[in-house]
């Protein structure tokens, strides 16, 4: 699908309940969304540049600067708003109780409790600027891009915090990260330019070039079975 009628979108995620696309970009501050027959709409304003996108259910999360705000896709209200001080925030990911969110300035995970607005340094102190980020729950992990050369792929025990997997990759800025219907790991780099998968149960992970057309600065990815 060809959107080129959006500014540069860094994001999108796909509603189920309403069968259409969200997508985030820096072009003007506002989340768009797209419809099954092409007609683009804008779906919400907001205060800042739109990046990461997740859905759950009929909520829809954004990472807008150093909020994590949350609205309703039914009609756009505005559910919560969570400051993560200090931070500028890139992907979301829910595992239906809390918010996982990378902070490119902190290089650090966050997890955010929704419900008592709390939260904490889940996974502090990391050597490179993390990207997407996208809860397996299948696996119980979660999984984290990064920017820079040779950047790895990264999965998290989301009980624990530990370090499960670093695939090594010989690609430079990892932005976007997706699981498929068998659940393989799907990512989008911008050097080279492309969308490539690879099995994390294999005994020794290797990179598929998907060999998508078109892709030359791809942002954040998302996987829609239908």
Known sequence: LAWSNLSAPQSVVFDVLGDRYFVAGPGNDQIMQRAQDGAISTFVYVHDTPLGLDMKG????????????????????????????????????????FLYVSDMLGKRIVRIDPISR???????NLDRVPQAVQVDAQRGLLWVTFLGEFAPVCAFDLNTAALVYSIPTA??????????????????????GRVSRFDPDATSPELEDLRVDGVACPGDIDYDSG
């Not at 954004?62 to 931070?87: I, M, P, Q, R, W």
């Not at 690609?171 to 080279?192: E, H, Q």
Request: glycine share 8%; with cysteine; aromatic share 10%.
């Open 171 to 192: 690609l430079t800025d990892v932005v976007g990260l997706a699981l498929d219907c068998s659940k393989k790991v799907v990512i989008a780099s911008r050097n080279p």
């Open 118 to 124: 709390t939260s904490m340094d889940w996974v502090p």
């Open 58 to 97: 009929d909520t829809l999360f954004a990472c807008v600067g150093s909020f994590v705000e949350a609205y309703s896709a039914s009609n756009a209200t505005t559910l919560f708003a969570y400051d993560v001080k200090g931070g500028f925030l890139k992907g979301v990911s829910s595992d239906g109780t």
